[in-house]
């Protein structure tokens, strides 16, 4: 259990004998001591006494002399807490001598589907996939290192109306040798031939026609298209060191056969309803601003099918192929309406039950200086590969970078910390000044920390060997406080799925150990304290290259 734990459990237990009855004794760390305790407050409410008689009650009951140097009421009631400095050498010792650092894997793993990047075949990716991918892959990580099963999956964007479009243009300019920035041109001659030339509309009409009918030419075309993207797309998965491969893309191509089943089941369940020729389902709950129920489109018209047929056949193969306990849709927050409507469905058709969780991840956009969508001076969307490209360069232009792989670690690092960092469902102003700063709440400042413990070590000499950890000083105090909260914290953000609590804590450890570094010499100390802080500084360096690797930041020992 974390140090928080223990107390959580002791004062709830002691609470609970006083009142007759289970409080939360709400623990959090404190200024005025290195815990406070609030729960006196709620339980006096509760049963008609003072705070304060309940609080001093409360450690009549248990003193928590074990564990604390000093356990006092304060205040309207609250109980503050001190750690003793043997408490905290002892737990700090444990977690050094723990390979996973205090948290073990879960006991109850769950199979864990997780639909994140998306991009669309045939255009080049652009900063608008970069929250999707980058938040996802940090939960990926997250929820394999807590030891549940997690499935990838890629939904490519590469079915549909635009691939006739697409394939007709190809075959009238004979050309599949593009690269992939010509093929973001060669989409845009595409849709300006759609919109303005009826006889080439007509003809990519039928070319979806033949493609969806499994014609053996327009289906070679249609692979050559699709093929030449995932080579994109893993370039750009590499240079940004998310952990989706080839064998994670199950786009809307994949789900083209159960197209017709899914609707056939949803007509014998008595979901589908005619409406303006289509068929489709109403979902409960679901109104426009008329208070007229709004559809998801299964069979359209002309009895083709669309993007909602394909989210209920992919929420449907996940639950009953894939055996997900647990879903996980990390798309941006205009598209929660949507999801919610294909999760209600999934729930009226009997796929979704009681024993599967599904979630839709939300997040905000990314802005520029104007507090409008990120664009060019030209004003169009920002590849995402001119994006990276800058911040690398960027990084390397700055006097603590070394060389390019440092540069190439700092620039990625800084691009996904600043995304990483804010609060998910909230907007945020892309700077690169601000993200590469070595200063504050930074994926430099926190890749500096690092690098600045690995110097520490190489000063030391290969034979200078941690020991066991005594804390004897107030910043040493501090740090342990913060190293301690690690297990809550990684533990939580499993559940919460919040990246930028992660992105606070590392800051907080990386600003505790500035202020060890700064208050405690550590190569000048006596024999016994240098090993102490030797190995403080080595438990500090572990938190901070798992910390940053669950959020897919390299941790370089030089800068």
Known sequence: MSLSAILDARLGAALGAVVGESVDPAVRR?????????????????????????????????????????????????????????????????????????????????????DYSGPNAAKEMHVGHLRSTIIGDSIVRVLDWLGHRVIRQNHVGDWGTPFGMLIEHLVDTDDTGRSMGDLSEFYREARRKFDGDDDFRDRSRRRVVALQSGDERTRQLWRALVDRSVAYFDDVYTRLGVRLTDADILGESGYHDQLEPVAGELERLGLLRESDGAQCVFPSGFTNRDGEPLPLIVRKGDGGYGYDTTDLAAIRYRIHDLKATRLLYVVGSPQREHFQMVF??????????????????????????????????????????????EAVERAAATQRVSDHSVARAVGIGAVKYADLSTDRLRDYTFDYDRMLAFEGNSGPYLQYAHARIQSIFRRAGPDAEPGPIRVTEQAERELVLTLLAWPDVVVELGDTLEPHRLCTYLYGLATAFTGFFERCPVLRAEPEVRASRLALCALTARVLVLGLDLLGIEAPPRM
């Open 344 to 389: 209600r469905t999934a729930r009226e058709a009997g796929w979704l039950t009681d024993g599967v969780r599904v979630e839709h991840v939300g997040f905000g956009s990314m802005l520029g200086a104007d507090g409008k969508m990120l664009r060019t001076r030209a004003g169009r969307t920002v590849r995402l590969t001119e994006l990276l490209d």
């Open 30 to 114: 404190s200024q005025r001591a290195h815990f406070q305790a609030d729960g006196a407050l709620s339980a006096a409410r509760r049963v008609g006494r003072a705070p304060r008689d309940v609080a001093a009650a409360v450690l009549a009951h248990d003193d928590l002399a074990d564990l604390c140097v000093t356990a006092e009421v304060a205040g309207p009631g609250f109980i503050n807490l001190t750690i003793r400095d043997d408490v905290l050498s002892t737990m700090a010792g444990a977690m050094s001598g723990d390979g996973r650092l205090g948290v073990a894997a879960t006991d109850s793993p769950e199979t864990v589907v997780v």
